[in-house]
């Protein structure tokens, strides 16, 4: 079912502008700058590989990478394999120990997979993937800054007079439920220590967001695949989802504006557990897309 609602995501994912196409270019320049200081051929695996367009991005910067993609959707690995040279493995992120070697990564990526993979799992997994010296780029949405989502939620949906409204607004919330991004960096930063790893290097990034009509927060949700959860209700074809998508995007009033907070990560392995470092706090802002 998620591999179907992933698959219909890839035929509008937008890595070419937007947050995806910030995130990348950030991401891009400081891991770039670490990348660099290290000799020899350097592999690379990207776990929710996507389009493919991070790994072209690190592969533009002239670093000697061979890559492997991972992703649970033929679709976007077709995407990510017309892009780059890479080796694609069909497979969770959960399970990824089962499919790559142990200990062979200088270099993981996971961008934007805590919707749909559990913290502590991924952490694990990718820890067991690092090469000695290797890096984690973990980046994700946090919920700080989604208060003006939930309030519309339940202005919208859950505290409407109308049934369907209500239903609605509880499909979103399964939705919600089913994702394992963080609340705040200071919970994500908890299980980073819990799974013997440390933070190297934290840049936030806020996206201010505003839909001026149904259409874009369509987009937005279901084209761009930032409300993917929604289409992967149990029972529900991906079809149905999208028509019940939207008709809900309708049913709010627009303008609406919310910010996405991101926060990008290098990660590294804990020298020691008492041993924590944090080489570099920045913040970068951004412009909303909508
Ligand atoms: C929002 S996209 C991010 C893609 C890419 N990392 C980027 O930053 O552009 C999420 C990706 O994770 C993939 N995905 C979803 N669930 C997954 C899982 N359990 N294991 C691996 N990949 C998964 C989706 O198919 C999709 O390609």
Redesign the pocket.
Known sequence: M?QRA?DAVAAGYN?GSGI?AD?NRAVAAQLGERLRLRAGPLAAA??????G??LAQLAALGLPLTMTG????PA?LRLAADRVPLKTVHA???RAREVLPAAAFDVVLA???LA??DRHALLAQARELLAPGGVLSLVTTTEEGGGPFFEGLDRFFLKSRNPLKRAMGRLCQRGIAQSHVPQSFASLEADIQAAGLVVLRRDTMRQHITFNNADEAYRFGIDE?WAANFLTTPGVPVRAGKALARWGTRQATYPFSFTHVIEMLEIGMAPSSTNRHTERAGSLDAKGIA
């Open positions: 998620s992933h890595s995806i995130k990207d776990l929710g590989v996507g389009d367009a991070m991972l992703d649970v959707s976007m969770p992120a959960q961008h934007f997979i749909y993979v695949g």
